[in-house]
């Protein structure tokens, strides 16, 4: 059975920090890339960040570059993301994605509000 579980998320004042986890069982995790996306109510689904399988190259959306960090740890299959400076603007449900060129699985998403 294949598992995404997000935690994380809650509740922060603008400025504040939150880091989102994502545990993964049920495939081989080292050999897929993964993701965080955000969807705010009334948008499309957009990627936040990634991080490649093979040597960890990141990316990440314009908007959260210099803020955001996504990182990996393949021995407890999980990914993280460290959420700093946040802005309202950041408020949405993150979901965690891994994929290869031939699967894609999904997290059941945590809600990141951002508010004074």
């Known amino acids: 059975q294949v598992q995404l579980v997000e935690s994380g998320g809650g509740l922060v004042q603008p400025g504040g920090s939150l880091r989102l986890s994502c545990a993964a069982s049920?495939?081989?995790?080292?050999?897929?890339?993964l993701s965080w996306y955000r969807q705010a109510p009334g948008k499309e689904r957009e990627l936040v960040a990634g991080?490649?399988?093979?040597?960890?190259?990141?990316d990440y959306a314009d908007s959260v570059k210099d803020r955001f960090t996504i990182s990996r740890d393949n021995a407890k299959n999980t990914v993280y993301l460290q959420m700093n400076s946040l802005k309202t603007e950041d408020t949405a449900v993150y979901y965690c994605?891994?994929?290869?060129?031939?699967?894609?699985?999904w997290g059941q998403g945590t809600q990141v509000t951002v508010s004074s």
């Open positions: 994605n891994a994929y290869n060129s031939w699967y894609a699985y």
């Open positions: 049920g495939f081989t995790f080292s050999r897929y890339a």
């Open positions: 991080i490649s399988s093979g040597t960890g190259s990141k």
